[in-house]
T-cell receptor
Framework: AQSVTQLGSHVSVSEGALVLLRCNYS??????LFWYVQYPNQGLQLLLK????ATLVKGINGFEAEFKKSETSFHLTKPSAHMSDAAEYFC?????????WGAGTKLIIKP | SAVISQKPSRDICQRGTSLTIQCQVD?????MFWYRQQPGQSLTLIAT?????????ESGFVIDKFPISRPNLTFSTLTVSNMSPEDSSIYLC????????????????FGSGTRLTVV
């Protein structure tokens, strides 16, 4: 069965520090993977996606993620956190036109 | 990518009543999805709505409780029927987008959500 695991329900970093949000997946077929962000009281916004091709994917707001097949991972990073990055982040896997969601990671930015 | 207008953005409803949520897309899409996001949790797929056919419901969701309409390729509604406080959630619609010719894969776009509180 396909699944998505996000390590850490809450991640706290200082402003200006590296952001690393972890996502591991399980899939029997080559996966399509997504990161979405949800700001308080808002819907979901696509940050970036991996379908095929280059394994390092760049998204909006300075975020990027690297698809590592050998590690079944798709971790999200940003070199320098900003206060406006405080939100909940969801990793998702496309399984035959259904998204399999991780539990989400709440990113907290300390001033 | 598609732009989705979802209404209402929030509502407070009495238990036992029903609420219909509308989702309007600015382009024609084949597949539309309805999700529920309970407080502090991830998203759960309620059903998939394709134009011209009955919606397909996920385990734990039934048509009598969550009737869905999909009258054309740009519009869908989800009704939450006979509401109870346990139905208090954010409800989101989503569309799957593919590029036109060539079938470039784009992914999924979401509406801004409907925050429902049942009292």
């Amino acid at each position: 069965a396909q699944s998505v695991t996000q390590l850490g329900s809450h991640v706290s970093v200082s402003e200006g520090a590296l952001v690393l949000l972890r996502c591991n997946y399980s899939s029997s077929v080559p996966p399509y993977l997504f990161w979405y962000v949800q700001y308080p009281n808002q819907g979901l916004q696509l940050l970036l996606k991996y379908t095929t091709g280059a394994t390092l994917v760049k998204g909006i707001n300075g975020f990027e993620a690297e698809f590592k097949k050998s590690e079944t991972s798709f971790h999200l990073t940003k070199p320098s956190a900003h206060m406006s990055d405080a939100a909940e982040y969801f990793c998702a896997l496309d399984s035959n036109y259904q998204l399999i969601w991780g539990a989400g990671t709440k990113l907290i930015i300390k001033p | 990518s598609a732009v989705i207008s979802q209404k209402p953005s929030r509502d407070i409803c009495q238990r036992g009543t029903s609420l219909t949520i509308q989702c309007q897309v600015d382009s024609q899409v084949t597949m539309m999805f309805w999700y529920r996001q309970q407080p502090g949790q991830s998203l759960t797929l309620i059903a998939t709505a394709n134009q011209g056919s009955e919606a397909t419901y996920e385990s734990g969701f039934v048509i009598d409780k969550f009737p869905i309409s999909r009258p054309n390729l740009t519009f869908s509604t989800l009704t939450v029927s006979n509401m109870s406080p346990e139905d208090s959630s954010i409800y989101l619609c989503s569309v799957e987008e593919n590029g036109g010719q060539g079938g470039a894969y784009y992914g999924y776009t979401f509406g801004s959500g409907t925050r429902l509180t049942v009292v």
